[in-house]
């Protein structure tokens, strides 16, 4: 099996940071992507920055030179620090990673149970 585990989330004042971490455990063999999306109340999940397969490394717009996504391949464990937040910001996040097993050896989506993020006075 394969988990993913998240820290981080709290309440924070707008303008304040916060470092959210999610780790990979589990009997992997490769993980092709992983990154964070998030889900504000009454709103669809969205991406909020990612390592992708193809190398690539999308963010949101609306996190564009305020957010870094950052990653410890040893650790299988990505990071993403928030700076600058604003209200707006406001959502549970959750960690997905598109993980190879062994065994199976079948890429799968994983996801995290999801960390509160709160920018408010």
């Known amino acids: 099996q394969v988990q993913l585990v998240e820290s981080g989330g709290g309440l924070v004042q707008p303008g304040g940071s916060l470092r959210l971490s999610c780790a990979a455990s589990g009997s992997i063999f490769r993980i092709n992507g992983m990154g964070w999306y998030r889900q504000a109340p009454g709103k669809q999940r969205e991406l909020v920055a990612a390592f992708t397969s193809g190398g690539t490394t999308p963010y949101a717009d609306s996190v564009k030179g305020r957010f870094t996504i950052s990653r410890d391949s040893a650790k299988n464990t990505v990071y993403l620090q928030m700076s600058s937040l604003k209200p707006e910001d406001t959502a549970v996040y959750y960690c997905?990673?598109?993980?190879?097993?062994?065994?199976?050896?079948?890429?799968?989506?994983?996801w995290g149970q999801g960390t509160q993020v709160t920018v408010s006075y």
């Open positions: 997905n990673a598109n993980i190879i097993r062994y065994g199976p050896y079948l890429p799968t989506d994983y």
